[in-house]
C-alpha cells in the first residue's frame, strides 16, 4: 500500500431534490505517500469539500475513499475522530487558534486530547514550536502575535502529533508575500523531514514552487494538471 490517499467515483450532494447541490461529481484522485500534492480551481470548484471527506469530517454521498490503508466509509464516528486525532494534521486559513491559550498551549492541545501525558506533551509541544522559529514566543498569547507567527504555531499544532497526512486549506490566504513563503517553506520541510504527505489546497500561484504536483479541479471534478 504506497498511497496515502486512494479516491475512486466520489460525489458529494448537498440537499435533496430542486435544491440539491452536486459539489463533487465523480472525483477519482490517488496521492502517492511522502508527496505534496496542490489542489486548485475557482471558488465552489469542490476544493474544501473533497478536502473535507479526506480530513473524515465530511461523509461522501457515493464512492470510495481510503485514507492511510483505511476505508473510511467503514468507520463509525468514533473511531473516525480517533484516526483523525492520531493520523491527520488540519492547517486553515484563519489560524483557528485559541485566544486564551499561549502558543504552547495551544500546540501541545492535540497531544493532551490524544492523552500524551502533560510533561511530555509540553516538552513536545516547545520542540515544535522551536521547529518552526518560535521558541521565543512560547507563553505568547495568539493576539501579540503576527499573521505569520499565528500561522507557524498552526503548524506546530497540526505537526506536533507526527501525523504521516497534513491537509492544508488556503494556509497561506490570510498572509502577505513573505509570511506565505515562510509558512510553506515551513509545511515543505517538516513534511519532507518526516516523509509525510501534504495536500494543500491553494489558489496562491506565488507558491506553487512548493508542490510534487498540482491539479485542479472544476465544477466537482478533476480537471487535470493546471501548471
Ligand atoms: N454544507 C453545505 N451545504 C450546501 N452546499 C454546500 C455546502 N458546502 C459546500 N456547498 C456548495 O458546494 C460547492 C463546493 O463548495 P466548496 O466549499 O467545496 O468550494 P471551494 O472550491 O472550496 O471554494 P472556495 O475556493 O470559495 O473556498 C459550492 O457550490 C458550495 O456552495
Ligand atoms: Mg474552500
Redesign the pocket.
Known amino acids: 500500500m504506497d498511497s496515502a490517499i486512494h479516491v475512486r467515483a466520489v460525489t458529494?450532494v448537498?440537499?435533496e431534490g430542486a435544491s440539491a447541490?452536486h459539489?463533487?461529481r465523480g472525483v477519482d484522485l490517488e496521492v502517492p505517500k511522502g508527496e505534496r500534492l496542490f489542489l486548485t480551481?475557482?471558488?465552489?470548484?469542490?476544493?474544501?469539500?473533497?478536502?473535507?471527506i479526506l480530513g473524515c469530517v465530511l461523509r461522501p454521498t457515493d464512492g470510495a475513499v481510503e485514507v492511510l490503508g483505511h476505508d473510511v466509509r467503514s468507520l463509525d464516528e468514533r473511531a473516525l475522530s480517533a484516526f483523525r486525532l492520531g493520523s491527520l494534521g488540519f492547517i486553515f486559513q484563519g489560524h483557528n487558534l485559541i485566544a486564551s491559550l499561549s502558543a504552547r498551549e495551544n500546540v501541545r492541545l492535540p497531544l493532551l486530547l490524544q492523552g500524551v501525558p502533560v510533561e511530555e506533551a509540553e516538552a513536545r509541544a516547545a520542540e515544535e514550536l522551536r521547529r518552526v522559529g518560535l521558541g521565543a514566543k512560547l507563553e505568547a498569547r495568539p493576539r501579540d502575535l503576527s499573521g505569520g507567527q499565528k500561522q507557524r504555531i498552526a503548524i506546530a499544532r497540526a505537526t506536533v502529533g507526527r501525523p504521516p497526512l497534513i491537509l492544508a486549506?488556503?494556509p497561506t490566504a490570510s498572509l502577505d508575500a513573505k509570511s506565505g513563503q515562510e509558512v510553506m517553506e515551513l509545511l515543505t520541510e517538516i513534511s519532507r523531514e518526516r516523509g509525510s504527505t501534504a495536500l494543500v489546497?491553494t489558489?496562491d500561484n506565488r507558491i506553487f514552487h512548493f508542490s510534487d504536483r498540482i491539479i485542479a479541479?472544476e465544477d466537482?471534478r478533476i480537471a487535470g494538471r493546471s501548471s
Open positions: 458529494k448537498f440537499g447541490m459539489a463533487l480551481g475557482p471558488s465552489g470548484s469542490g476544493k474544501t469539500t473533497l478536502l473535507s486549506d488556503e489546497v489558489h479541479i466537482g
